[in-house]
């Protein structure tokens, strides 16, 4: 499975963006997909996840500003992001889990000035 993540950038706290994640490949295998987010120096965190059935979870620190949705017709996830704050800014990654392991995508920046 190949993924290209796109969509980051910089936006002032209090807006908005919306991240996509386009995937390719063994698409079949994919069980889940995910977004993952790491701040400078710090762990990558994951941040929203949608299952094949379409089962959303999120991180503590985004319900509520956050929405993880998938378009099927393009194979494509989004990360819709409202009410952006600074602490939102990192390099966000897209994520299929496969029972063969994980796939990455290359990251995307996303950055959030006060």
């Known amino acids: 499975v190949q993924l290209q993540a796109s969509g980051g950038g910089l936006v002032q706290a209090g807006g908005s963006l919306r991240l996509s994640c386009a995937a390719s490949g063994r698409i079949f295998e994919i069980i889940a997909m995910d977004w993952y987010r790491q701040a400078p120096g710090a762990q990558r965190d994951l941040v929203a996840s949608?299952?094949?059935?379409?089962?959303?979870s999120y991180a503590d620190s985004v319900k509520g500003r956050f929405t993880i949705s998938r378009d099927n017709s393009k194979n494509t996830v989004y990360l819709q992001m409202n009410s952006l704050k600074p602490e939102d800014t990192g390099v966000y990654y897209c994520?299929?889990?496969?029972?063969?392991?994980?796939?990455w995508g290359q990251g995307t920046q996303v950055t959030v000035s006060s």
């Open positions: 949608i299952t094949a059935a379409g089962g959303r």
């Open positions: 994520s299929a889990q496969r029972v063969q392991g994980a796939s």
